[in-house]
T-cell receptor
Framework: DVKVTQSSRYLVKRTGEKVFLECVQDMDHENMFWYRQDPGLGLRLIYF???????EKGDIPEGYSVSREKKERFSLILESASTNQTSMYLCASSPPRGSSSGANVLTFGAGSRLTVL | AQSVSQHNHHVILSEAASLELGCNYSYGGTVNLFWYVQYPGQHLQLLLK??????LVKGIKGFEAEFIKSKFSFNLRKPSVQWSDTAEYFC???????????FGSGTKLNVKP
């Protein structure tokens, strides 16, 4: 089974701090995604990456950046955390289009709950 | 704007009741459709998916969903819910030639024993 591992389950940071959220997947997936999950808003895409060093903005990229230096690792960075970034952050991965099985199926990590004070 | 709508935000049912959760999307092209489920304290996981072929798809734990192209809908159903179905359910869509998924806002299902 694909595993998507998010390094931190719970974090508490102060306004203005730089925050790194790490995500690692172990099945050689090309595509990786960062979402934030808020009650009543569902999942909103922050950034995604379809290859090493490639990234594309999602629907709510403001205040975030990402890094994908290795295929298995996709990091989300909050350069200067703000209270409105308090949320659950979900990392996901999927195989590329055209894969024989599992194509277009997202596998999620357990989530990182970030609280910004 | 492209969107996925889930009309029921919170549903409360008794065990053995039938379930139908609505999902509509606004894309005109070819789509792949999904339902994901998040049980309390657990990862989001795939419940079922539709790529092509028979519009009635079956998933895990007795769930099924029907794709009605003319209505842009992909409603989730289960004939008889159990307490263990208490969870949040998300509908998702991906456009055929793109990597970007769109999720609905989720429906919280609470099944009373």
């Amino acid at each position: 089974d694909v595993k998507v591992t998010q390094s931190s389950r719970y974090l508490v940071k102060r306004t203005g701090e730089k925050v790194f959220l790490e995500c690692v997947q172990d099945m050689d997936h090309e595509n990786m995604f960062w979402y934030r999950q808020d009650p009543g808003l569902g999942l909103r895409l922050i950034y995604f990456s379809y290859d090493v060093k490639m990234k594309e903005k999602g629907d709510i990229p403001e205040g975030y950046s990402v890094s994908r230096e290795k295929k298995e690792r996709f990091s989300l960075i909050l350069e200067s955390a703000s209270t409105n970034q308090t949320s659950m952050y979900l990392c996901a991965s999927s195989p590329p289009r055209g894969s024989s099985s599992g194509a277009n199926v997202l596998t999620f990590g357990a989530g990182s709950r970030l609280t910004v004070l | 704007a492209q969107s996925v709508s889930q009309h029921n935000h919170h549903v409360i049912l008794s065990e053995a009741a039938s379930l139908e959760l609505g999902c509509n999307y606004s894309y005109g092209g070819t789509v792949n459709l999904f339902w994901y489920v998040q049980y309390p304290g657990q990862h989001l996981q795939l419940l079922l998916k539709y790529f092509s072929g028979d519009p009635l798809v079956k998933g895990i734990k007795g769930f099924e969903a029907e794709f009605i192209k003319s209505k842009f809908s992909f409603n989730l159903r289960k004939p008889s819910v159990q307490w263990s179905d208490t969870a949040e359910y998300f509908c998702a869509v991906i456009l055929y030639n793109f990597n970007k998924f769109y999720f609905g806002s989720g429906t919280k299902l609470n099944v009373k024993p």
